[in-house]
């Protein structure tokens, strides 16, 4: 069954710091470019960073920049999302996504 699973997420303080993972079926893992996205309630999703097969090119959202970072490690078919100082705003349910297959997301809460 192909599927993308996220792990990770929960509750988390001003200024704290998460690392969210989604574990891929091989066959649409190992040379797709990896992306998260994330939607908050009531707003459009917004695409967050994305990182090519290799993982030699990043992409991130001008919102995440210089606080997220997206990495895989193509060996355990995992995309990782590490998130630092996160704000309150960082609120959103999470998603993993790769051509038309997406995980059922994950969802990061930001207490201030």
């Known amino acids: 069954q192909v599927q993308l699973v996220e792990s990770g997420g929960g509750l988390v303080q001003l200024g704290g710091s998460l690392t969210l993972s989604c574990v891929g079926s091989?066959?649409?893992?190992?040379?797709?470019?990896m992306a998260w996205h994330r939607q908050a309630p009531g707003k459009q999703r917004e695409l967050v960073a994305t990182?090519?097969?290799?993982?030699?090119?990043?992409n991130y959202a001008n919102s995440v920049k210089g606080r997220f970072s997206i990495s895989r490690d193509n060996a355990k078919n995992t995309v990782y999302l590490q998130m630092n100082s996160l704000k309150p705003e960082d609120t959103a349910r999470y998603y993993c996504?790769?051509?038309?297959?997406w995980g059922q997301g994950i969802q990061v809460t930001v207490s201030s």
């Open positions: 091989p066959i649409i893992f190992r040379f797709a470019t």
């Open positions: 990182i090519t097969s290799a993982g030699t090119i990043t």
């Open positions: 996504q790769t051509g038309t297959y």
